[in-house]
């Protein structure tokens, strides 16, 4: 009884140390298999970050490129950008805006830009414009297009414009840009344009009262001629003075029909030309 008291203990300790070993075989295996979720968790991690870091360099990359791309076109523009914030103090001057105006950008930048480009006798307006835009928001230039204007140089002179006023954000912040064009050759030609015409007007309206004055004075003396001649006809004349007086009647009425021909140009270059009907010779 002793044996089997003996036995039936060491197979009751055996049954429990074959139960520890299978609890600790499926810990063991539980904590496997834990082990792999994790690493396997940690792998699509590190997968999932290095493709967010690749999308990240990328994007950052086409931001630098877009940046660098704006940079060119800003710089190489032909047209002034001047960049200003809500109060108008300037944040960007391009190399345009420097040779128009003759200001470098390091000498600008956080400057008014009311102070810098805007002539004396404007600065008032530009100032409540400015005012009214940053507490009302009213805009009566911003986003109307091209707008003729002075504007001014580094040395004062002052000079015409065209300008055209944008708003846009950039780091949560209003910002005004500004695109301005010298136009100073242009309207000194359309000046000039203007001054030949005037003068050319000028020597047509007196070309045309010369003409009628000349053909006024013409008149005068030829019908005196005509006249003349015919008081003459109306005496005694051999055959070969008839035919001259005749001659030079037909002549002188030929003459006449010129001098009225020129006479109804000149009425008709002042507006004062009246129709007359009469009768033609269709051949």
Do not use: C, W
Request: glycine fraction near 8%; hydrophobic fraction near 45%; charge should be negative.
């Amino acid at each position: 009884r002793i044996r089997a008291l003996a036995t039936a203990g060491l197979a009751h300790f055996a049954d429990q140390s074959d139960a520890r070993r299978e609890s600790v075989s499926v810990t063991l295996l539980r904590l496997a298999l834990m082990t792999a979720t994790l690493v396997l968790a940690l792998a699509l991690l590190a997968r999932h970050a290095q493709v967010v870091r690749r999308q990240t360099e990328f994007r950052g990359q086409q931001l630098a490129e877009a940046y660098a791309r704006l940079n060119t076109i800003l710089q190489t523009s032909l047209d002034g950008v001047v960049v200003s914030d809500i109060k108008g103090h300037i944040l960007d001057f391009n190399a345009a805006a420097e040779r128009i105006f003759g200001h470098k950008r390091d000498d600008v930048l956080g400057r008014n830009i009311g102070a810098v480009i805007v002539p004396d006798h404007l600065r008032g307006a530009h100032d409540a414009g400015m005012k009214r835009m940053e507490t009302t928001g009213e805009r009566r230039v911003v986003g109307h297009g091209r707008v003729q204007l002075e504007a001014k140089r580094a040395d004062g002179s002052v000079f015409p414009v065209e300008l055209a006023l944008e708003m846009a954000e950039a780091g949560g912040e209003q910002v005004v840009v500004a695109f301005l064009r010298d136009i100073s050759h242009r309207v000194a030609a359309e000046t000039e344009l203007v001054e030949a015409r005037d003068r050319a007007l000028a020597g047509e309206k007196a070309k045309a009262e010369f003409l009628a004055m000349m053909t006024h004075e013409i008149r005068t003396p030829l019908n005196g001629v005509l006249g003349n001649l015919s008081l003459l006809a109306d005496t005694t004349l051999s055959p070969q003075q008839d035919r001259y007086v005749h001659n030079m009647d037909v002549s002188g009425k030929l003459l006449m029909s010129h001098v009225d021909a020129v006479l109804d140009i000149a009425r008709f270059e002042s507006g004062a030309a009246a129709l007359t009907a009469e009768p033609v010779h269709l051949g």
